[in-house]
């Protein structure tokens, strides 16, 4: 059964250090996107891309992140500056058009 | 600003027992309905969905319900097993705004022997 696959598993980097999340979606789907679960709270909706543009971003998804596409198969999100604020599960996920969006395991990323 | 909103932050259930989680949304714009479940450290897992234009779907033992004019929608699932242990997730999506998803705060259900 195709999956999407996220690595690192976990991430731990100092405060001010940019990192990178990468993720492998399902090959055939069209839509991307990155989540994030801060510990204890609710699954946020970061960033969509679609086409090779980003289509939606919410007001977390600020001048310190981006996402980029690569080449055919992966698709990664950018922390220029962490914060310890930074601090969460993000998870990437794929969907076909106008269908349910399919999740990664999750990378935990730790600012210290 | 909660748009999709779970009330019940943990619900407990006998093994072989109906198990109700209730989900309430506030934006009308919403057209799909979603369910997941997470274990914890791991990603969401899809259920089951509904469009808008429905009002129940079926899949073996779970069954989600909307309710648009009350704004509401349940899964239930039936029986309930202790691998049904987990956060289940509602969510929704407003077709062509990039299909996000926006989620509820999560229900933690138990199923206990």
């Known amino acids: 059964e195709p999956e999407v696959t996220q690595t690192p598993s976990h991430q731990v980097t100092q405060m001010g250090q940019e990192v990178i999340l990468r993720c492998v979606p399902i090959s055939n789907h069209l839509y991307f996107y990155w989540y994030r679960q801060i510990l204890g709270q609710k699954v946020e909706f970061l960033v969509s891309?679609?086409?090779?543009?980003?289509?939606?971003k919410s007001e977390i998804f600020d001048d310190q992140f981006s996402v980029e596409r690569p080449d055919g198969s992966n698709f990664t999100l950018k922390i220029r500056s962490t914060k310890l604020e930074d601090s969460a599960m993000y998870f990437c996920?794929?969907?076909?058009?106008?269908?349910?969006?399919?999740f990664g395991q999750g990378t935990r990323l730790t600012v210290v | 600003d909660q748009q999709v909103k779970q009330n019940s932050p943990s619900l407990s259930v006998q093994e072989g027992r109906i198990s109700i989680l209730n989900c309430d949304y506030t934006?009308?714009?919403?057209?799909?309905f979603l369910w997941y479940k997470k274990y914890p450290a791991e990603g969401p897992t899809f259920l089951i969905s509904i469009s808008s234009i429905k009002d129940k779907n079926e899949d073996g033992r779970f069954t989600v319900f909307l309710n648009k004019s009350a704004k509401h929608l349940s899964l239930h699932i039936v029986p309930s097993q202790p691998g049904d242990s987990a956060v289940y997730f509602c969510?929704?999506?407003?077709?062509?705004?990039?299909?996000?998803?926006?989620f509820g705060t999560g229900t933690q259900l138990k199923v206990e022997l």
């Open positions: 969510a929704a999506i407003l077709t062509g705004g990039g299909n996000k998803l926006t």
């Open positions: 891309f679609y086409n090779n543009e980003i289509s939606e």
């Open positions: 996920a794929s969907s076909d058009v106008y269908r349910e969006a399919f």
């Open positions: 934006n009308s714009m919403f057209d799909y």
